[in-house]
C-alpha cells in the first residue's frame, strides 16, 4: 500500500493536470482502504466538481474508497501558504508533542513562514514550527453581520 505522503504527491500531480484551480487541502485516510480528500478552488467546491474529480481519480478506486468534499468552514491548513493566505484568522493547532507544556492551541494566525507560524493566543505570543504540527484548521467565523 502506498503512503499517504506518496499519494498526495500523485493526487496533487493529476489534479493540476486536470484543471490547475483545483487544490489539494488535504488527504486522510479514515480506514485502511478509504482516502478522503479535501479540495478546493477559487470559484468554491460544487457537487459536479467533486463528483469530476472523483472521475479523473477512478483507477484509485480499484485500490480505495474514495471521498472527495469541500474543506468546509473549519478548513485544514496542511501548507505554508494556506497560513499566510489566512493570517488574522482564528485557528486551532495540534501539535505532536508538547511545546511549553500543552498541545492544542487556539488563537489568531499572525505570522507564518516555511518553517513555522505564530499565533496570538488570547494575549500569549507562541510560535510552532510546523514539522511539529499534527493538525491545524480554522475556526469557523458565524454571525458578524455577514450574511449568507
Known amino acids: 500500500m502506498n503512503d499517504v505522503n506518496?499519494?498526495?504527491?500523485?493526487?496533487?500531480?493529476?489534479?493540476?493536470?486536470?484543471?490547475?484551480?483545483?487544490e489539494l487541502i488535504a488527504l486522510e485516510s479514515p480506514a485502511a482502504e478509504t482516502l478522503r480528500l479535501y479540495i478546493d478552488r477559487p470559484g468554491g467546491v460544487d457537487l459536479a466538481l467533486c463528483e469530476s474529480?472523483?472521475?479523473e481519480l477512478r483507477d484509485l478506486l480499484e485500490a480505495y474508497s474514495l471521498e472527495v468534499s469541500s474543506p468546509g468552514a473549519d478548513r485544514p491548513l496542511t501548507k505554508p501558504d494556506h497560513y499566510r493566505r489566512f493570517r488574522g484568522r482564528r485557528v486551532?493547532?495540534?501539535?505532536?508533542?508538547?511545546?511549553?507544556g500543552q498541545r492544542n492551541f487556539t488563537g489568531t494566525l499572525t505570522d507564518s513562514d516555511e518553517e513555522s507560524v505564530s499565533l496570538d493566543a488570547d494575549g500569549d505570543p507562541v510560535r510552532i514550527p510546523l514539522a511539529r504540527i499534527r493538525r491545524s484548521n480554522l475556526i469557523p467565523e458565524?454571525?458578524?453581520g455577514h450574511s449568507a
Do not use: H, M, N, S
Open 6 to 22: 506518496e499519494l498526495t504527491e500523485t493526487i496533487e500531480r493529476r489534479l493540476a493536470g486536470y484543471d490547475p484551480e483545483v
Open 142 to 144: 458565524f454571525g458578524g
Open 53 to 55: 474529480v472523483t472521475g
Open 92 to 100: 486551532k493547532v495540534r501539535t505532536i508533542e508538547e511545546i511549553g
